[in-house]
């Protein structure tokens, strides 16, 4: 079983997928058009828009579409989890999804992180960007 993330950018797809490609290398593996299906799709969608897609990030495939094209993407009791590999990368990650976002939580070291923040991205994504420590022996099960 595998659970990935949906997002839905509510016809800023296209923007979204940009911007992930430069602020966290990510590689779009699959984009479909609504005009590239077979059926016509429901409602007033705009046909260049993204019906599906599915990119990249490390080792973790993200799926987006554009959705019903509302121009109002909500992304509400969800945050994405991002490891860092040091403090450096932590803050390249950090600032680069904070870029036109929101911080919710600036970088800063923590009981549990080298490196620990939390922000929503232009979009609305909420972010945590951290360097995972080791855990202990006696938390590993």
Same mark, same amino acid.
């Given at each position: #079983? ?6 839905? +950018? ?19 593996? #699959? ?25 990249? $990030?490390?080792?973790?495939?993200? #799926? @987006? ?9 909500? +992304? ?5 989890? $991002? ?6 990368? @932590?803050?390249?990650?950090?600032? @680069? ?32 960007? $951290? ?6 022996? @006696?938390?590993?099960?």
């Amino acid at each position: #079983m595998h659970v990935q993330p949906y997002l839905f +950018f509510d016809g800023r797809c296209d923007e979204a997928l940009a911007f992930y490609q430069k602020a966290l290398g990510a590689e779009v593996l #699959m984009l479909m058009r609504f005009q590239d299906s077979p059926e016509p799709p429901m409602g007033n969608v705009p046909k260049d828009k993204v019906m599906h897609s599915s990119f990249r $990030i490390g080792g973790t495939t993200v #799926m @987006a579409s554009d959705g019903h094209c509302l121009g109002k993407p909500n +992304f509400q009791g969800v945050s994405l989890s $991002i490891n860092a590999a040091n403090d450096a990368e @932590a803050e390249r990650l950090f600032a @680069a999804l904070s870029d036109g976002g929101q911080v919710q939580m600036p970088m800063t070291k923590t009981f549990f992180s080298s490196r620990f923040g939390m922000t929503a991205d232009k979009f609305g994504v909420s972010w945590m960007v $951290i360097v995972a420590q080791d855990e202990p022996a @006696a938390s590993r099960a």
